[in-house]
């Protein structure tokens, strides 16, 4: 089994800046991209960052030049910073990971963690 636990989110003014953690843990043999995902109330859950496991991360246009996502291979680990934050910023940010669980087996299954609550005060 795989789990991903989130950890960091809060509250925070307008202009302050949180940093988000997801650390992969179980059964994991490699790992390929990882990212955030977030979800605001009556909207659909959307991209926010996404780390690939080789070349460069992309973002939403919406969090370009404010969020910065990075990764901790030997820790299994993505990290979000969060700069700026907005009002509109506000919502459960989700971490996946794309893994592959068995050294036998090529398949690779997207895992999500549980969601962290970011709120930003205006």
């Known amino acids: 089994q795989v789990q991903l636990v989130e950890s960091g989110g809060g509250l925070v003014q307008t202009g302050g800046s949180l940093r988000l953690s997801c650390a992969a843990s179980?059964?994991?043999?490699?790992?390929?991209?990882m990212g955030w995902y977030r979800q605001a109330p009556g909207k659909q859950r959307e991209l926010v960052a996404a780390?690939?496991?080789?070349?460069?991360?992309n973002y939403a246009d919406s969090v370009k030049g404010r969020f910065s996502i990075s990764r901790d291979n030997a820790k299994n680990t993505v990290y979000l910073q969060m700069n700026s934050l907005k009002p509109e910023d506000a919502a459960v940010y989700y971490c996946?990971?794309?893994?592959?669980?068995?050294?036998?087996?090529?398949?690779?299954?997207?895992?999500w963690g549980q969601g962290t609550q970011v709120t930003v005060s205006s």
């Open positions: 780390a690939p496991s080789g070349g460069s991360p």
């Open positions: 996946n990971a794309d893994i592959r669980s068995g050294v036998w087996s090529a398949s690779i299954f997207r895992y």
């Open positions: 179980g059964s994991i043999f490699s790992i390929n991209a």
